[in-house]
């Protein structure tokens, strides 16, 4: 079968419907958090305060206008991490970009002409940092930063307006790279991690001619795929489509957890993330007692490679040839809305499956539940005084990548990087 969409692109203008869930978010968010109101981000440090403190959520970005999708490629295939091509990656990945661009510009316009995750992810952000500085005064204020691998506000724009902010550059300071890739992958929070240091030491590393004792101390939450928010968040809204089934059907119908795939040479390298995707997925339907029958999926397979499997798109064509018409799709990878769940799940798998019982739960976007888990996560990483988690530190076992081995030996610190080999 033809490959249906070829990437993880986020996108997406915001309906009036998803202007509402922000506003209604925005509302919910208020209420109080363990006996709390959330306050307004401080624009100094209270007494005490051991901040401020950047907060930058790592995400891959989506072009927010159709006119971007070509420079968004470009970057996204560019990168070895992501989708490597060998040695001519160089020259293939513009090429690439260049002969996809046409049919993902058609696709960005059919589901509203750009990508909503720029607002969702600074709206996530902003709404993090105000819990934060309720309650966690001593690391308060607690500034929102955005950092995209592939589009606007790019890793490098970000590190700029943390120097402009007065984060280092001989000021010190702390920033906390926070992944908004629930579970860890060398092709995802990896690649962002390596453009991180990338920019870190072309603008604060030895060569900048900064001070090193005046420069950003980084630390990173790398990975949260069980955290009891974001399966709550997760199980929530999956028990909110099944309400929309008759009551004598639900317990039958089948929900389909679905995430992006990974190249069989990524996954038999040793990367972790097949396996902690099955742990969120493990967690969700032990929230939800394993009321019902349940598998895991994978799509957005692209090129000629051998991917990890089964297909999403293949799996609903062949439980609906079996009978299985009631099924709730769930993206489990994700952060927020994009390219996979508007486009080929709406449009491609769901809408080609013809089935009004075939149905997508929602994303988690502005969802209050999954903001306080947000919070939660990184209070608990800053209270931990931890660079990374110690998982972060063990290389893949087949990874032979010297970028990869400098890259966490940076981030992992003085008293983890003799784990980093």
């Known amino acids: 079968m033809a490959m249906r969409t070829s990437l993880s692109l986020p996108c997406r203008i915001i309906s009036n419907n998803a202007s509402h869930n922000v506003r209604s978010a925005t509302r919910l968010v ?7 109101g959330f306050a307004t981000a401080a624009s100094v440090p209270k007494k005490g305060s051991k901040g401020p403190t950047a907060m ?43 002969r996809r661009t046409p049919k993902i510009q058609k696709q960005y316009s059919d589901i509203g002409g750009g990508s909503p995750i720029r607002k969702w992810s600074e709206y996530q952000c902003e709404e993090m940092c105000k819990i934060l500085d309720e309650i966690s005064p001593e690391t308060a204020p607690h500034k929102p930063y955005v ?29 906390v790279a926070f992944t908004q890739y629930p579970q860890y992958s060398c092709s995802t929070t990896g690649s962002s991690l390596n453009e991180l240091w990338k920019w870190r030491n072309r603008l604060e590393g030895p060569r900048s001619g900064q001070d090193p004792a005046g420069a950003i101390q980084w630390s990173v939450i790398d990975r949260w795929p069980t955290h009891p928010g974001l399966v709550e968040a997760f199980a929530k809204n999956i028990e909110d489509q ?47 007692g394993f009321s019902n029958p349940y598998r895991l999926s994978w799509q957005s397979q692209v090129g000629p490679s051998a991917w990890q499997g089964a297909q999403t798109s293949h799996t609903v064509e062949n439980y609906v040839k079996k ?21 080929e799940l709406d449009k491609e798998v ?8 075939i149905k997508r739960a929602e994303s988690l976007n502005g969802n209050p539940t999954f903001i306080r888990a947000l919070a939660d996560i990184a209070k608990t990483h800053l209270e931990s005084g931890e660079k990374c988690s110690r998982q972060m530190t063990l290389r893949c076992q087949g990874c032979k990548s010297e970028r990869c081995l400098e890259q966490k030996k940076f981030f992992a610190g003085d008293d983890l990087k003799s784990l980093v080999r």
């Open 30 to 36: 208020k209420r109080p958090l363990n006996g709390h």
């Open 56 to 98: 930058v959520l790592l995400n891959m970005g989506g072009p927010s206008k159709v006119s971007e999708v070509e420079d968004f490629l470009s970057r996204l295939f560019a990168d070895a991490d992501l989708i490597p091509l060998g040695p001519l990656q160089k020259y293939l990945g513009p090429l690439i970009a260049r």
């Open 147 to 175: 950092a995209f691998r592939y589009a606007d506000p790019l890793t490098e724009e970000m590190y700029n307006k943390l120097l402009e902010d007065g984060f280092g550059g001989g000021n010190g300071g702390r920033a």
């Open 242 to 288: 099944l309400a929309t089934y008759p009551e004598e059907k639900r317990s039958s119908v089948v929900i389909l957890f679905s995430a992006h795939s990974l190249p069989m040479s990524v996954v038999n390298r040793g990367d972790p993330y097949t396996a902690e995707v099955a742990t969120t997925v493990h967690a969700v339907m032990q929230r939800l």
């Open 323 to 343: 009978g299985f018409t009631d099924m709730i799709l769930v993206p489990i990878a994700f952060t927020s809305d994009h390219i996979e769940t508007l486009y």
């Open 350 to 357: 769901i809408g080609e499956a013809g089935h009004a019982g």
